[in-house]
């Protein structure tokens, strides 16, 4: 299976990316956004991955100029990678991206949404995240409930949608089992919208959601920051977690065409 990792002027994560989807027995090339843009030629790759960082020196707001761009160039080529229900996933900086192309969250009555600035302003730290009851095959692995420890930094990581819409938003996205990952306490109780446990002031405590047939995924924490024990910052105790690597475990799953939906 081939992931196609892409790269853009101001990424800083790819090679994390592309060591967590080698382990689980991708063939990963990086691939600078300009060559992918100029190829045209998305079909010959599994899986797209968008990763974190700054591109484009996150001008105009993070994510805009990426997403539009790949949009604007390669809109055919993107409807039907999704329309075959191939895997793309997008994190932090990925995510904002898919936010602003348009394949996140694409609900059926599309309300506006954005990655809107902190509400304490760029963030670095451990988070806890509970898997929800979703859709999404890439995340197949985990389980309803189930809390996860995965490490965020961002500075506009607040998923928010245009105001007035916030409960229609939110009765959609959870009728169509659409939020795949939510901030929480580590026992797994709701955040609340209570910093630190929601470090970003995110609507709902979102940090993950997918598209409503599941096989797009956009996360603002770092899986690929949190797939080897030696990552976290208590392996030293003994602790042996890659919370992380079952994502892109799940991921490949998904790749291979085999059924990957939460339980």
Same mark, same amino acid.
């Given at each position: 299976? @081939? ?60 994510? %805009? ?15 039907? !990678?999704?329309?075959?229900? @191939? ?25 506006? %949404? ?28 985990? @389980? ?13 990581? /607040? ?7 916030? @409960? ?13 990952? /939510? ?23 979102? %940090? ?16 690929? /920051? ?5 990552? !976290? ?12 690597? /079952? ?17």
């Amino acid at each position: 299976m @081939k992931a196609l990792v892409m790269r853009a002027p101001g990424t800083n994560c790819d090679s994390e990316m592309v060591r967590a989807l080698k382990t689980v027995g991708f063939d990963a090339p990086l691939v600078h956004i300009n060559d992918v843009l100029r190829e045209k030629n998305l079909s010959r790759y599994d899986v797209l991955v968008f990763p974190g960082g700054f591109s484009y020196g996150d001008y105009i707001r993070s994510g %805009a100029i990426w997403g539009k761009k790949f949009v604007a160039v390669l809109k055919d080529e993107l409807r039907d !990678f999704v329309a075959a229900k @191939k895997p793309i996933v997008g994190v932090c900086n990925g995510m904002q991206v898919l936010v602003e192309a348009g394949l996140i969250p694409r609900t059926a009555d599309y309300p506006e %949404a954005a990655m809107a600035s902190n509400s304490l302003g760029y963030r670095c730290m451990w988070t806890w995240l509970r898997v929800e009851k979703n859709v999404c095959g890439i995340a197949g692995l985990y @389980k309803k409930g189930e809390v996860l420890r995965v490490p965020i930094a961002h500075g506009e990581g /607040r998923y928010t949608v245009a105001p007035g819409t916030e @409960k229609k938003a939110l009765a959609e996205l959870e009728g169509n089992e659409q939020i795949v990952f /939510r901030y929480c306490k580590p026992d797994g109780s709701p955040a609340g919208g209570e910093y630190p446990w929601n470090p970003n002031g995110s609507l709902s405590d979102i %940090a993950g959601i997918c598209n409503p047939e599941g096989n797009v995924l956009a996360m603002m924490p770092h899986p690929e /920051r949190a797939s080897f024990f030696w990552q !976290f910052p208590d392996w030293t105790l003994g602790e042996k977690r890659e919370d992380g690597l /079952r994502l892109f475990k799940g991921l490949a799953g998904s790749a291979g065409g085999k059924s990957g939906r939460s339980i």
